[in-house]
């Protein structure tokens, strides 16, 4: 049994940061990419970033230079540094853990808002 719960969602002036994380709990995490993804209203659940066990970050054009992602095995936790947020960045923001066989878990979602 895993479970995903996210926080760290607001709402933040263009321009500002926000820091969301992801903790989870049950197996192990370490071997697992994890990873978070968003989506806006009418729209489709889109990747914004991954990271593997290892380390090894992966990033939707749209972020790159602006968003961070992180992770702590020993905390079973991961983290989408944000900076620098666009309008067109609102959405409901998703963590993900991929198991075995290729099988994704979600988070229950945080709102991040962008607006003046």
């Known amino acids: 049994q895993v479970h995903l719960a996210e926080s760290g969602g607001g709402l933040v002036q263009p321009g500002g940061s926000l820091r969301l994380s992801c903790v989870g709990s049950?197996?192990?995490?370490?071997?697992?990419?994890m990873g978070w993804h968003r989506q806006a209203p009418g729209k489709e659940r889109e990747l914004v970033a991954a990271?593997?066990?290892?380390?090894?970050?992966h990033y939707a054009d749209s972020v790159k230079g602006r968003f961070t992602i992180s992770r702590n095995n020993r905390e079973k936790s991961v983290s989408l540094q944000m900076s620098d947020l666009k309008p067109e960045d609102t959405a409901v923001y998703y963590c993900k853990v991929v198991l075995p066989g290729g099988v994704n878990k979600w988070g229950q979602g945080t709102q991040v808002t962008v607006s003046s």
């Open positions: 990271i593997t066990a290892g380390g090894s970050p």
């Open positions: 049950g197996p192990i995490f370490g071997i697992y990419t």
